[in-house]
Structure formats: structure tokens, C-alpha cells
């Protein structure tokens, strides 16, 4: 098997890339700009085919929430075309795929956790090109799989968890939402389970339907119990207030209400999701270890 990682270089593709040493079986493949760019079809086409890549792992993303409201047509280059590329190409190897989406394809009013049969009504452009992404994927006629998560974060790259800590060294008070409630996702959990689906024996559960899952930690928290949770674990002194979202100023609205209903990945892979704190306090470690 000869697996391809697109995006490589971020929260997702860097955990996979950690973790794959432990696959001797499986030859991967880590690319990112500007080695390779899913937006330039011929490119991405010919490195798949060249290369004899079998399956992708796609963690290529534009994730700039805001700055996607101002930049809509390079969201919808990457979200949503750099994805048909994808699909494309794999459908010329009868190549297998994992996309990762987000929770942002929903708009947030729910109280109960979303599951994959929920209608989706994304209230912003990063939203609504992940969407697009994801029809890409359903409707390609290939061996492939959408997996949706909330609220990433890993050692690596820029996250929620490295700006409340590198904020709460620098501040001694931080206003922080409260009224926005899911779930955090370690961006290395996430990844296990990608290989563990790929790679793991269970590759003949990836169906030519494009099969919907949702995938994040265990438990539910605020953005202000997240905070108050990192700054505990860091032993960082720095108080954190509530706020509502009505008081932060911001582009794109947010989902207020984002959890995700997780039993169909779970009953699928027969996965063992861990509890959000549980996995905070492992990137932690490691975090504190790198510094």
C-alpha cells in the first residue's frame, strides 16, 4: 500500500506522519505546498499515477474561519476543488480516500448531539465549501470515506491549546466564550483512527457510497472550560473570564452547539474514544516536553 498525505505539514498530517513508523507495511508519502498543490488538477493527477499512490489521506484545508469570509474564492480552491482533484485522480488508480470535514457543515442551533444523518446548513463560506468538499467525495464513485471533527487541536502547528497558553504567559486576565458548546479533538487521536481504518485491516469498510462519520473526543465542554482546563495543566497563573459570543466581535458565526454524535465510527472500527481531559493532558505533556 502506498499512501499519500496531503497537507502534510499540519496538525493532522504531522501526528500521521509520527505515528506511521509504526506501519513498516504501508509506504507513505507526506506532501504539502509547495511540493504539491491539490488545486493544480494535471499536477496532482500525474504525482498519484507516477507515483503508483493507492490511497490519500487528505488533511489539506483552507481553516481560516474568518479570513475565509474575505477570501471565498481561495476556500472554495482548496475545499472544494483541490477535493474534486483528489477524487479525480483516484478515480484514474481506483485509489481509496479519508477527508477530513468539520462540524461547521452544521449550523449550531441543535441540542443534542449531530449525527451523519442530520441535515446540514453551514452558515459561512468556510462551511459551506467543506460541504462542497464533501459532496465531492460522496458523489465521486470511489472507495472513500468523509470523517468530520471539532475543535482540533496537537503539539504541532497553531491551535486553540498553544494560544491559551502562549496568551495566559503573556496576559493576566483572558476573555474567553462560554456560550459555545463541543467537544476537543487531539488532532493524534484523530489520526490513529484514520490508520487504524486505512491501515489496519479495515480498508474493505471504505465503500464506493462515500460513507459520512464523525469523529471527536469524548465528553462535552465550553471554550471557557477548555481554556480553564489548559491554563490548569499548564500551571499557568492567568484568570479567565466568561463571555458571550455576542461580546466577541467576529467574521463568520460560529456554531453554538457543535457535538458530535460519534457511535456509528465507534460501532464501525470498534474504536475506544478517549475522554477530552484525558487526551488534553497527553498533548500537554508532550507540549511541555518541547519547550
Not at 488533511?59 to 479525480?88: F, M
Not at 465542554?221 to 499557568?236: Q, R
Request: proline share 3%; with cysteine.
Amino acid at each position: 500500500m502506498r499512501v499519500l498525505i496531503t497537507g502534510s505539514n499540519g496538525q493532522l498530517g504531522s501526528e500521521i506522519r509520527e505515528l506511521s513508523r509504526s506501519y513498516n507495511m504501508v509506504n507513505f508519502i507526506f506532501k504539502d505546498l509547495p511540493d504539491l498543490d491539490i488545486c493544480n488538477a494535471g499536477e496532482l493527477q500525474n504525482f498519484i499515477i507516477k507515483n503508483n499512490i493507492t490511497a490519500v489521506i487528505n488533511c489539506a484545508a483552507y481553516t481560516a474561519v474568518d479570513k475565509a469570509e474575505e477570501d471565498e474564492q481561495i476556500a472554495k480552491k482548496v475545499n472544494s476543488e483541490g477535493v474534486s482533484n483528489i477524487v479525480k485522480a483516484l478515480q484514474k488508480v481506483n485509489g481509496k480516500l479519508i477527508h477530513i470535514s468539520t462540524d461547521y457543515v452544521f449550523d449550531g442551533d441543535q441540542v443534542i448531539p449531530y449525527k451523519e444523518s442530520d441535515p446540514v446548513s453551514p452558515t459561512g463560506v468556510y462551511g459551506e465549501t467543506k460541504r462542497a468538499g464533501e459532496l465531492a467525495v460522496i458523489n465521486g464513485n470511489i472507495d472513500a470515506l468523509v470523517i468530520r471533527t471539532s475543535w482540533l487541536y496537537s503539539s504541532y502547528g497553531n491551535n486553540f491549546v498553544k494560544t491559551m497558553l502562549r496568551l495566559g504567559r503573556e496576559k493576566e486576565t483572558l476573555d474567553v466564550i462560554s456560550d459555545q458548546s463541543g467537544t476537543p479533538t487531539y488532532a493524534k487521536d484523530l489520526a490513529k483512527t484514520c490508520l487504524k481504518i486505512l491501515c489496519g485491516g479495515n480498508s474493505g469498510n471504505i465503500s464506493k457510497n462515500g460513507k459520512l462519520y464523525h469523529y471527536s473526543n469524548e465528553g462535552v465542554t465550553s471554550w471557557y472550560d477548555f481554556a480553564k482546563e489548559i491554563m490548569k495543566l499548564g500551571e499557568v497563573h492567568c484568570k479567565v473570564h466568561p463571555i458571550e459570543t455576542k461580546d466577541y466581535p467576529i467574521l463568520a458565526k460560529r456554531p453554538q452547539y457543535s457535538v458530535l454524535d460519534k457511535s456509528k465510527i465507534k460501532t464501525d472500527f470498534k474504536l475506544e474514544i478517549p475522554y477530552w481531559k484525558d487526551s488534553l493532558k497527553d498533548c500537554m505533556i508532550k507540549i511541555n516536553s518541547n519547550s
